[in-house]
């Protein structure tokens, strides 16, 4: 129980659990279900759950939570009375997005480049950031945009935190959600948390 391999995985640990720690801190303070979807998203690791025949991007635990989410969401809204709001201003925008991103992948389907599945793994992605995008239009309140504030500046420095961390600490140190084998960032931060934090803040 000595040497650098114990006292990093320790450190892993300790960062672990100081995460957790500090994102159900930040839940206690805004409980609201856009704020538990953006941080889970953002902070849980990419956990593969079953493979897709064909692809190299397995299912993984958070499209199933934000299938759940989402999938919620919307039967709340068929079946209740959502209060009314204004349009949203940067629907044309992500309509346009949508409409470019079927074309050029009918495209590929067209020139063989790519596969049916994949299409329709694209398409359910798209389809996927646009209730998003609705999800948090429709959840946050005016009243709200300070914990939003407060929320992406959160996640924004635990993510640069643990990238930091495995820059420093890359060595092999066993099974974790922060992988200390690689200098990229072990959590969703990489290209997801991009795409989350413009339909979050758009």
């Known amino acids: 129980l000595s040497g650098p391999g114990w006292n990093m995985g320790v450190a892993r640990l300790a960062l672990e659990c100081g995460v957790v720690i500090a994102v159900m801190f930040q839940l206690w303070r805004v409980p609201r279900l856009w704020a538990f979807l953006f941080l889970f998203i953002v902070i849980f690791p990419k956990v593969p759950l079953a493979a897709v025949p064909g692809q190299t991007t397995p299912v993984r635990v958070d499209d199933v939570v934000m299938a759940a989410v989402l999938g919620g969401w919307v039967l709340k809204q068929l079946l209740g009375r959502p209060r009314p709001i204004l349009p949203a201003p940067a629907t044309p925008f992500i309509l346009l997005y949508g409409l470019v991103a079927i074309v050029t992948s009918l495209l590929g389907v067209a020139n063989e480049t790519t596969t049916i599945p994949s299409f329709a793994l694209h398409f359910l992605r798209r389809v996927e950031y646009a209730l998003l995008y609705y999800f948090f239009f429709r959840s946050v309140g ?46 969703s931060a990489s290209y997801d948390f991009g795409g989350y934090l413009m339909l979050s803040t758009v």
Do not use: C, K, N, Y
């Open 142 to 187: 005016l009243d709200e945009l300070h914990d939003v504030v407060r929320l992406v500046r959160f996640a924004l420095l635990t993510i640069a935190t643990i990238w930091i961390v495995q820059q420093w600490t890359a060595a092999p140190a066993g099974p974790g959600f922060i992988d200390l084998t690689t200098a990229s960032p072990s959590f």
